[in-house]
């Protein structure tokens, strides 16, 4: 039999009779810093464990062959036309895309980036546009060549006037040179400028002519344009309305063209020149020179180009003209994060987004006329970055971001010149992570905390008793 008194011997904590107990002055003070340390150290616990705490780490980037990165741009080039602005993409995988339409959107901009219009579109046009095929030995001279103050006066002169705007050393210009003068001539056996004088066919040398080709902002050779008397008197701030014909340039084509100009106007009444609007091969002339790009492309993650320039397939450029000064709105990659989103992980990782859209705003303008034929290349080093959260068991990514650097330099082109995008991905990464804290942990901690500090004060009481 083990009485209860043997087994109250084992009590740890054995029960002092009340009447031995004394609280004292000291003894209160001593309690209550003690009570302020356990508030205070509760307070640190429970701060730490509601923090948010990240490790950032750098891993292959592993995304997988068929991903693709999007590139989102928006740039304003004010001296380049929107009818021969094209988006190509190329990659060292040996993807060439030209002539991106899809995804872009052009609009005619004016000299201070303003919009002129509606969107651009370029209508559909011949993929190959037929010249003459046997040229004769002895050139027919059937169009009037003009200069900048004789186009003033047969243009408030004639109801029509087509004006191929050319350029000696062209290619192109010189395919189309026996067609016109042979479909010149016809026409004007047709209608007698004397008698019948509706229309007029003629020539501008944009070598000679340099300031009316660029008042018509003529940027590729032949450009072969029709002013109507009508339009064009109504002149507004210098703007012309006019069109510019895209079709086949054989002689018969060209005849047939001019008859159909001809056609609505009566004769010995030159009354307003209307607009038909029954040929595709004809849209109206852009106004200004200028072009804002934006869009998107989508690209494999490996080295590439996006490459915008001026391109055509029946029209030459001058290089010394070309003038590729452009304005970036907008440059970034991947898929574009919602303000919401972003904000949310701003007070995670602060430094986030920051260099995500790096070119927004920047201007590259060519300035001197001595820098004529510059390409303007931009390289850029494009680095991913993931945030992963382990908030809920499982670890999801919040967010996917691509951040770059970019150095941009000038150089003499040898072809015509572009604008350059030359982009290549780190094949690094950087993850960030968020990490998890346990309930579990901080229930321990807190008890450490309740214990560690009724053990330290007891110690200082019973120092202070045997003082005593
Ligand atoms: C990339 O690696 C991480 C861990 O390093 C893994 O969790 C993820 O599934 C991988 N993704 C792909 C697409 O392989
Ligand atoms: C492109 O940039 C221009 C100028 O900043 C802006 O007016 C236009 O809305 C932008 N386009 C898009 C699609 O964001
Ligand atoms: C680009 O392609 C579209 C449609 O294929 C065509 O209409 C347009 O003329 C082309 N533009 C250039 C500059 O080649
Ligand atoms: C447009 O003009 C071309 C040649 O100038 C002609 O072949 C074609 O039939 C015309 N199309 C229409 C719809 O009138
Ligand atoms: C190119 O165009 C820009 C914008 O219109 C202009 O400021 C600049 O002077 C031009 N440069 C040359 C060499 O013509
Ligand atoms: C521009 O390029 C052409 C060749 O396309 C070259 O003949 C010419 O000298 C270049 N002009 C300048 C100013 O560098």
Same mark, same amino acid.
């Given at each position: 039999?083990?009485?209860s /008194? &043997?087994i109250?011997?084992? *009590?740890?904590?054995?029960?002092?009779?009340? $009447?031995?107990t004394?609280a004292?002055?000291?003894?209160?003070?001593?309690?209550?810093?003690?009570?302020?340390?356990?508030v205070?150290?509760f307070?640190?616990?429970?701060?730490?464990?509601?923090a948010v705490?990240?490790s950032?780490?750098v891993?292959?980037?592993?995304?997988s062959?068929?991903?693709?990165?999007?590139?989102?741009?928006?740039?304003?080039?004010?001296?380049?036309?929107?009818?021969?602005?094209?988006? *190509?993409?190329?990659?060292?995988? =040996?993807? %060439?895309?030209?002539?991106?339409?899809?995804?872009?959107?052009?609009?005619?901009?004016d000299?201070?980036?303003? !919009?002129?219009?509606?969107?651009?579109?370029s209508? !559909?046009?011949?993929h190959?546009?037929?010249?003459?095929?046997?040229?004769?030995?002895q050139t027919?001279?059937?169009?009037?060549?003009?200069?900048?103050?004789?186009?003033?006066?047969?243009?408030h002169?004639?109801p029509?006037?087509?004006?191929?705007?050319?350029?000696?050393?062209?290619?192109?210009?010189?395919?189309l #040179?026996p067609?016109w003068?042979?479909?010149?001539?016809?026409?004007?056996?047709?209608? +007698?400028?004397?008698?019948d004088g509706?229309?007029?066919?003629? &020539?501008?040398?944009?070598t000679?002519e340099? *300031?009316?080709?660029?008042?018509?902002h003529?940027?590729?050779y032949?450009?072969?344009?029709?002013?109507?008397?009508?339009? +064009?008197?109504?002149? +507004?701030?210098?703007?012309?309305?006019? @069109?510019?014909?895209? =079709?086949?340039? +054989?002689t018969?084509?060209?005849?047939?063209?001019?008859?159909?100009?001809?056609?609505?106007?009566?004769?010995?009444?030159?009354?307003l020149?209307? @607009? $038909? #609007?029954?040929?595709?091969?004809?849209?109206?002339?852009?106004?200004?020179?200028?072009?804002?790009?934006?869009?998107?492309?989508?690209?494999?993650?490996?080295?590439?180009?996006?490459?915008?320039?001026a391109?055509? =397939?029946?029209?030459?450029? *001058?290089?010394?003209?070309?003038?590729?000064?452009?304005?970036?709105?907008?440059?970034?990659?991947? &898929?574009?994060?919602?303000?919401?989103?972003?904000?949310d992980?701003?007070?995670?990782?602060?430094y986030?987004?920051r260099?995500? $859209?790096?070119?927004?705003?920047?201007?590259?303008? %060519?300035?001197r006329?001595?820098?004529?034929?510059?390409?303007?290349?931009?390289?850029?080093?494009v680095?991913k970055?993931?945030v992963?959260?382990?908030? /809920?068991?499982?670890?999801?990514?919040?967010i996917?971001?691509?951040?770059?650097?970019?150095?941009s330099?000038?150089?003499?082109?040898?072809?015509i010149?572009?604008v #350059?995008?030359?982009?290549?991905?780190?094949p690094?990464?950087?993850?960030?992570?968020e990490?998890?804290?346990?309930f579990?942990?901080?229930l321990?901690?807190?008890?450490a905390?309740?214990?560690?500090?009724?053990?330290?004060?007891?110690n200082?009481?019973? #120092?202070?008793?045997?003082k005593?």
């Open positions: 039999m083990i009485s /008194s &043997k109250r011997s084992v *009590d740890f904590y054995r029960k002092i009779p009340r $009447d031995l004394e004292s002055l000291s003894g209160a003070g001593l309690s209550i810093l003690a009570a302020l340390a356990m205070f150290l307070g640190m616990e429970l701060n730490n464990y509601l705490s990240t950032t780490s891993i292959v980037d592993n995304s062959d068929g991903d693709f990165l999007r590139i989102d741009f928006n740039i304003s080039f004010p001296a380049l036309s929107c009818e021969f602005a094209s988006v *190509d993409v190329s990659d060292v995988l =040996g993807t %060439n895309r030209l002539n991106i339409t899809k995804t872009i959107r052009k609009f005619s901009i000299k201070h980036l303003r !919009p002129t219009g509606a969107e651009f579109h209508g !559909p046009v011949p190959f546009i037929k010249h003459e095929d046997e040229v004769d030995e027919v001279e059937g169009s009037v060549p003009l200069n900048g103050v004789s186009f003033d006066r047969l243009s002169e004639y029509i006037l087509v004006v191929n705007f050319y350029a000696p050393w062209c290619y192109w210009s010189t395919r #040179k067609s003068e042979k479909a010149a001539k016809i026409i004007k056996e047709r209608y +007698d400028p004397e008698t509706r229309i007029l066919m003629a &020539k501008v040398d944009c000679e340099v *300031d009316l080709c660029r008042r018509h003529i940027q590729g032949p450009s072969i344009r029709i002013f109507r008397k009508g339009s +064009d008197v109504r002149e +507004d701030h210098g703007h012309h309305e006019h @069109e510019s014909y895209y =079709g086949d340039r +054989d018969e084509s060209l005849v047939k063209m001019m008859e159909g100009l001809v056609a609505p106007i009566p004769v010995e009444n030159q009354r020149a209307l @607009e $038909d #609007k029954s040929n595709a091969t004809k849209r109206p002339a852009p106004l200004t020179g200028g072009c804002r790009v934006e869009g998107y492309v989508r690209v494999k993650k490996v080295p590439g180009n996006l490459i915008v320039s391109h055509s =397939g029946a029209h030459s450029f *001058d290089a010394s003209q070309m003038n590729m000064s452009h304005v970036i709105n907008h440059l970034s990659f991947g &898929k574009t994060i919602s303000p919401r989103v972003l904000t992980v701003k007070r995670l990782i602060p986030l987004g260099s995500h $859209d790096r070119l927004n705003g920047r201007s590259f303008i %060519n300035h006329d001595l820098d004529a034929n510059v390409t303007i290349e931009h390289y850029l080093q680095v970055t993931e992963v959260t382990r908030r /809920s068991s499982r670890a999801h990514t919040l996917e971001e691509y951040e770059y650097t970019s150095h330099s000038l150089s003499q082109s040898i072809y010149p572009v #350059k995008f030359h982009f290549e991905l780190s690094m990464q950087v993850l960030i992570t990490n998890s804290k346990s579990s942990h901080f321990t901690n807190v008890c905390i309740i214990g560690g500090v009724f053990t330290a004060e007891g200082q009481r019973t #120092k202070y008793v045997q005593n």
